[in-house]
């Protein structure tokens, strides 16, 4: 009795680890993509802002491209993907932070940086999934930096904060 019910609980077990594991689709990078989604289409990110580093344009753009291949199995398409992203970004904006009275005048203690970007995702296969929302984020500097002469690596740090929150909404569907 007892081996049989081995035999049983051994086939089971087997079956289940045999059939199962091609009914679920797990990543290590937290991506629930449907498997019907081979490709990815990403359009060029324009700089609407009016400000900006020249290279912004393609920074972002390559941001975009970089992350959500090292993150995914999608094969890059110049059109017609499974999935597409494509957005402008809007503000390339510098605010005073962390404000300090010295000598009865405020100064700002540190400046902000802020980039947004427009997105428009769109799913080919499930429109229910499609988004256009605007995503953004920030870096504080000390108020003697010179803004204008920010190092490539501060801006990109801020622009793949962007390419997360982005990658989170579209694909990791948090």
């Given amino acids: 009795m007892i081996l049989k019910n081995y035999k049983q609980l051994l086939l089971i077990s087997l079956f289940t ?6 009914c679920i689709t797990y990543s290590f990078t937290g ?20 400000q900006g580093p020249a290279f ?6 390559e941001q975009f491209r970089t992350y959500f291949q090292r993150n995914t199995n999608l094969k890059l398409l110049p059109t017609g993907g499974d999935v597409e992203l494509e957005g402008q970004i809007l503000s390339y904006n510098v605010s005073p932070a962390a404000i300090q009275k010295v000598d009865g005048r405020d100064i700002a203690g540190q400046n902000r940086l802020t980039i947004s970007v427009k997105v428009h ?7 229910k999934q499609d988004f256009e929302q605007t995503f953004s984020s920030f870096q504080d500097f000390p108020q003697s930096s010179n803004i204008m002469q920010l190092d490539d690596r501060s801006i990109q740090g801020i622009v793949e904060r962007v390419v ?3 990658f989170n909404k579209s694909l990791a569907n948090w």
């Fill in 121 to 127: 995702y769109i799913n080919n296969k499930d429109s």
């Fill in 31 to 50: 991506t629930n993509i449907d498997p019907s989604i081979k490709t990815m289409t990403i359009r060029n990110f324009e700089n609407n802002s009016g």
């Fill in 17 to 22: 680890l045999l059939f199962l594991p091609g």
């Fill in 56 to 61: 912004l344009t393609n920074l972002v753009s």
């Fill in 164 to 166: 997360q929150d982005v």
